[in-house]
């Protein structure tokens, strides 16, 4: 069986202060790789599957690091394609206790954002794939990229490969009425769609009843009946949605929804103290394209989702670097975070 994963979308550099400074008291700043479809890749390449990241670069000093990020992590870059002008930044100031975080991007005229239909070969790209992902964020990025993932989820379908989407709706990328533009027409390929409360709002104009993230209220039952909603009018297989409750920035519950085969299937709940939370949603998506890939069944699927992610919050920086056994043995029950020696 075929297991290797594909996500197409843009690396960018992280650039945050040490620790939880601010902004304004930084005087140096730590820097890392990231990007959901990578941030998805590397965890499931440090998960034992093989994988690719499809993006444009330029061809200059810091696209090739960004290339030996992945390469680190053993991630597939046979595909990635060379030009443009630069490499997208964002800053992230890291909240604590009542603060939030605070992200900043700086992502226009990007090489990716700048990608050409041509630069990317479909046919080759899934001769050998089983899945690929995209995020909405890749799509808000440039009407040539709308273009390109449409050709690229054309594609997969003719090579029977199964198509995810995290719908990621970021309101600094785009309006809710350009997000719904694009967004609506690609559902159409889409087999497995993951998001939150807010980005079925304003990406697919559909809303969870009974819920109020700001106030710490979620309705389980609202997101059954949006599933079903979403599920009646694209016919996706399943749609995954994250759970979060924002206690304080240092302090969520964490837990997922799976509704699948006409089921809803909820996950644990954990109590989570935040080391890093950047790149949760990626390693709750990609932990979930694990366990579909290995054949698990709905609860564990999401299980497996949820506790993948749940490790991630404790990891600094955006790769969920977890592997299958640390993740079995959260969920089976040792979330006691003791000394392994």
């Known amino acids: ?61 810091i696209g090739h690091c960004a290339k030996r990020a992945l390469d680190k992590w053993s991630v597939g870059t046979e595909h990635i394609a060379w030009g443009g002008d630069r490499l997208g930044l964002y800053y992230l100031e890291r909240g604590a206790s009542q603060r939030p ?35 909405g964020i890749t799509v808000a990025l440039s009407e040539n990229l709308r273009k390109i993932c449409e050709m690229a989820c054309i594609a997969a379908k003719r090579h029977g490969v199964k198509v995810s989407c995290d719908l990621n709706y970021r309101k600094t990328l785009w309006s809710v009425e350009e997000a719904q533009a694009a967004m609506k027409p690609l559902m159409a390929y889409v087999d497995v769609l993951i998001a939150n409360e807010e980005d079925a709002e304003k990406s697919l104009g559909v809303q969870a009843e009974n ?47 799976l509704c699948c085969g006409g ?39 999401v299980e497996f989702a949820a506790g993948a992610s749940c490790l991630k919050h404790s990891i600094e920086y955006d790769f969920n670097l977890s592997t299958p056994e640390e993740v079995l043995n959260l969920i089976r029950g040792d979330g006691s975070g003791r000394v392994v020696r």
């Open 101 to 135: 975080s605070k992200v900043i991007y700086d992502r226009k005229h990007t090489a990716i954002s700048e990608a050409d239909p041509s630069d990317f070969n479909w046919d080759e790209i899934f001769a050998d794939a089983a899945w690929f992902h995209f995020t």
């Open 1 to 61: 069986m075929k297991k290797k994963f594909v996500g197409f979308g843009e690396i960018l550099l992280r650039m945050s202060p040490d620790g939880y400074l601010r902004f304004a008291q930084a005087d140096r700043f730590n820097l890392s790789y990231s990007g959901a479809e990578g941030n998805m890749a590397v965890a499931l390449s440090y998960m034992g599957l093989p994988t690719e990241l499809v993006t444009k670069l330029p061809d200059n000093e």
């Open 211 to 257: 819920t109020d993230v700001v106030q710490g209220k979620l309705s389980v039952d609202g997101y059954r009946v949006l599933a079903e909603k979403l599920t009646a009018q694209y016919a996706f297989e399943m749609v995954a949605f994250t759970l979060r409750e924002s206690v304080s920035a240092s302090v969520n519950n964490w837990s997922a929804l």
């Open 263 to 301: 089921q809803a299937y909820v996950s644990k709940k954990y109590t989570m103290q935040i080391v890093d939370r950047v790149g949760g949603g990626d390693s709750f998506a990609s932990g979930l394209i694990y366990a579909c890939l290995n054949g698990y069944d709905c609860q564990d699927i």
